[in-house]
């Protein structure tokens, strides 16, 4: 991309505080891309979770915020958790389907003009997807993961539901593994890759949550994977310190910032450096 093309970015609560580095390879892989992320004016926490009771309008009205600040810029609106993705984009798909909601969230909010879901939302891999290409992202490696086998763990949110986010197919999905296939490395396709690894419930029952966990991750080394990539901080966390299992784990903007030369390379990836970031 030859201009910088400028989005509004919603990093989400997660993103600023116990992941800030995930943030970083999100904010520096997109200035690699051409791409300028702007964050809006005093945002909010987007809830954590989408509340599908029709009359509960408190918890979308952070959503509302963000969406209708990028409205405002006259940009579209990109986030990278997943779980911020699934409410924003959620939020935004009912507020401009249900009249009656929307009509109750505007006369509470009392916008300027009014907010009927007029912003576009892309999670991260969508705008490398559909917006950069995922064979000009390919052009743009420099540290390709070649000889590397990769699964792709998708979770619970960043398909479904699929009417709403329409981003894949959420039973057979391509979208992480085409990534995978631009920085270079080899997809592993496994049985788990769709399953809920446990992360809602490591507080409640960690024993479940390491259950859980731990069947993703035996399901993708009995395939062949060398490492895994979310895109969710919530599974990465509950991947990695509850599993039991030693198959690295990475966010995708890690590997992403990796394959563009952005930063240190950790010991799976091609230059076998030390697994400082891992």
């Known amino acids: 991309m030859e201009q910088s093309v ?3 970015y919603y990093p989400g609560c997660t ?3 116990k992941a800030r580095d995930l943030d970083e390879y999100t904010r520096s892989s997109a200035a690699a891309l051409g791409i300028a992320l702007v964050e809006p004016d005093e945002w909010q926490c987007c809830g954590g979770a989408y509340t599908t009771a029709r009359d509960e309008l408190a918890t979308k009205l952070s959503a509302v915020r963000t969406l209708n600040a990028a409205k405002e810029r006259g940009n579209a609106l990109v986030t990278v958790c997943y779980a911020c993705h699934n409410v924003i984009k959620q939020t935004n798909y009912d507020i401009s389907h249900d009249e009656d909601m929307a009509a109750k969230i505007n ?34 490696v420099k540290n390709p993961f070649k000889g590397k086998k990769i699964a792709a763990y998708y979770g619970c949110l960043l398909l479904r539901p699929g009417k709403k986010l329409a981003m894949d197919d959420p039973e057979n999905p391509s979208i992480m593994e085409d990534f995978i296939r631009a920085v270079g490395g080899t997809p592993v396709i496994y049985s788990q890759r769709n399953e809920c690894c446990g992360g809602y419930i490591t507080m409640e029952d960690k024993a479940q949550a390491a259950k859980r966990s731990g069947a993703v991750m ?40 990796e394959a563009l030369g952005l930063k240190d390379v950790p010991e799976t990836a091609p230059e076998g450096k030390d697994e400082a970031n891992g």
């Open 6 to 8: 400028t989005y509004t």
């Open 15 to 17: 993103l600023r505080t």
């Open 107 to 140: 006369n509470y909010m009392k916008l300027a003009q009014p907010y009927t879901g007029e912003t576009t939302v892309y999670h991260y891999l969508e705008l490398l997807r559909d917006v950069v290409g995922f064979d000009e992202l390919k052009k743009a």
């Open 218 to 257: 035996s399901s993708a080394k009995d395939m062949g994977a060398d490492m895994m990539i979310t895109a969710c901080p919530l599974c990465l966390y509950n991947l990695k310190k509850n599993s039991g299992s030693d198959l690295p784990v990475y966010y995708f903007t890690e590997l992403l910032a």
